[in-house]
């Protein structure tokens, strides 16, 4: 069954920083491209970064030079680094597989506020 457990968020001051962590079974995870999303309220959820099998990038116009996809596959983990955090990126952040599978995680709240 495939799995996705996302964690690292949090309450942050505009300018500030997070990095979220997910972790992920049921999936041979080295083979898989691998995306964080997110859902803000009232809002379709996005595709906010991808990273591929072997480790290629990509990113949603609103986030390019302030987050930083990565992963371990040591650990079967991907990672969001995001800097420079704004309000508009308040949400809630799902990892799931890139093009997603049908299971999805809780997610995790990542709010940006003064």
């Known amino acids: 069954q495939v799995q996705f457990v996302e964690s690292g968020g949090g309450l942050v001051q505009p300018g500030g920083s997070l990095r979220l962590s997910c972790a992920a079974s049921?999936?041979?995870?080295?083979?898989?491209?691998m995306g964080w999303y997110r859902q803000a309220p009232g809002k379709r959820r996005e595709l906010v970064a991808g990273i591929s099998s072997v480790g290629s990038t990509n990113y949603v116009d609103s986030v390019k030079g302030r987050f930083t996809i990565f992963r371990d596959n040591t650990k079967n983990t991907v990672y969001l680094q995001m800097n420079s955090l704004k309000p508009e990126d308040t949400a809630v952040y799902y990892c799931?597989?890139?093009?997603?599978?049908?299971?999805w995680g809780q997610g995790t709240q990542v709010t940006v506020s003064s």
């Open positions: 799931n597989s890139d093009p997603p599978a049908r299971s």
């Open positions: 049921g999936v041979i995870f080295s083979f898989v491209g």
